[in-house]
């Protein structure tokens, strides 16, 4: 028996990672390999969701549709999932790919805003489909407010509430406490989302998995937004090594990771001086190619960008913020 059911995001967080361009080839590949070495869930959608691809977030290279239909022409075994933001995607979009066969939908909030993800957990069960509640940015609340939030999505039908590192900013007391505070006052299951940005993705996963976390996200290299995510091939091999039951093959991951993945990747998944910026000053994670970009364009280190939206508290859906960050940075510079 497993301990924890593994979703791999690389074909969604990782859709950050190489600015939305993953192609019908490219999910085919991913999602017959990471089935072939037993993973049982498989999350496919534009990094910040469904209907995500917009100026705001990105545009993708190939409709998401496209990439789903191709992942439910592939997958033989593992369960696919997607993820809705509210006010990005909508009720019609679950409906669609409902009807394509994914099997579970992933609603994601800010985590004080689990109060919007109401109509579209229940529109997700009433659909057939496995809920889970996504409470991002989780480093913003104290783990008893969190635990508020999350008995709201409960309360909607969230079959599991994640707790979401989505800044890569916890370190390892603060998730395990978060964790094992949901564990104790929820009766749905508890799952973690880990990046990378303070090189403690593993750490923070294998701490919940500690503390009972039922499910637990990574993704192929780490590809994700940010720094990364927790790698799933190297959270199989930590598991393996510690006797924690994976349902995996790390071996075949591994292969998975250097022969598949790793060719997709823009640049290395590295956590560089932005990356670990991101963390240390708890910034969303996909804002960093915005926030690069914008660097670019204004002639500011992305470093004070990063750490201007830091102590402004800006979170996702407020990618508007980085360039008027940028150009007051320009302007105070002379």
């Known amino acids: 028996m497993t301990s924890f059911r593994l979703t791999d995001s690389t074909l969604r967080d990782g859709s950050h990672a190489v600015a939305h361009q993953f192609t019908e080839g490219h999910v085919r590949a991913v999602v017959g390999a990471l089935d072939m070495a037993g993973v049982p869930v498989i999350e496919i959608s534009h990094g910040d969701g469904l209907g995500g691809s917009s100026f705001n977030y990105g545009f993708s290279g190939t409709d998401e549709h496209l990439l789903l239909q191709a992942a439910v022409e592939a997958r033989k075994n593992a369960k696919l999932a997607v993820l809705l933001l509210p006010g990005i995607g909508v009720r019609e979009e679950l409906q669609r790919v409902a009807n394509y066969g994914v099997d579970i939908a992933r609603i994601a909030t800010h985590c004080t805003e689990a109060d919007i993800s109401e109509q579209h957990l229940r529109e997700a069960k009433r659909l057939g489909m496995e809920t889970v509640g996504f409470l991002m940015m989780a480093h913003m609340l104290e783990p008893?407010?969190?635990?508020?939030?999350?008995?709201?999505?409960?309360?909607?039908?969230?079959?599991?509430?994640?707790?979401?590192?989505?800044?890569?900013?916890?370190?390892?007391?603060?998730?395990?406490?978060?964790?094992?505070?949901?564990?104790?006052?929820?009766?749905?299951?508890?799952?973690?989302?880990?990046?990378?940005?303070?090189?403690?993705?593993?750490?923070?996963?294998?701490?919940?998995?500690?503390?009972?976390?039922?499910?637990?996200?990574?993704?192929?290299?780490?590809?994700?937004?940010?720094?990364?995510?927790?790698?799933?091939?190297?959270?199989?091999?930590?598991?393996?090594?510690?006797?924690?039951?994976?349902?995996?093959?790390?071996?075949?991951?591994?292969?998975?990771?250097?022969?598949?993945?790793?060719?997709?990747?823009?640049?290395?998944?590295?956590?560089?001086?932005?990356?670990?910026?991101?963390?240390?000053?708890?910034?969303?994670?996909?804002?960093?190619?915005?926030?690069?970009?914008?660097?670019?364009?204004?002639?500011?280190?992305?470093?004070?960008?990063?750490?201007?939206?830091?102590?402004?508290?800006?979170?996702?859906?407020?990618?508007?913020?980085?360039?008027?960050?940028?150009?007051?940075?320009?302007?105070?510079?002379?």
């Open 144 to 334: 008893e407010d969190l635990l508020k939030q999350a008995r709201l999505m409960e309360s909607y039908g969230a079959d599991c509430v994640y707790v979401v590192d989505s800044a890569g900013a916890l370190t390892i007391d603060a998730a395990r406490e978060r964790v094992g505070l949901l564990k104790q006052g929820l009766s749905c299951q508890v799952g973690i989302h880990a990046h990378n940005n303070l090189s403690l993705a593993v750490a923070n996963s294998i701490a919940a998995i500690e503390e009972g976390a039922d499910q637990v996200d990574a993704c192929t290299t780490g590809l994700g937004a940010g720094a990364g995510n927790c790698p799933t091939e190297l959270l199989a091999a930590v598991c393996d090594l510690s006797g924690i039951e994976t349902g995996v093959q790390p071996l075949r991951l591994v292969d998975v990771a250097e022969d598949v993945v790793r060719p997709l990747q823009h640049r290395p998944q590295i956590i560089d001086r932005d990356g670990i910026i991101l963390g240390y000053a708890g910034v969303y994670g996909s804002f960093l190619l915005h926030a690069q970009r914008a660097s670019e364009r204004y002639g500011v280190p992305t470093s004070d960008i990063l750490l201007e939206l830091g102590r402004r508290k800006v979170v996702g859906g407020q990618e508007d913020m980085i360039i008027d960050v940028a150009i007051e940075l320009q302007e105070a510079a002379g």
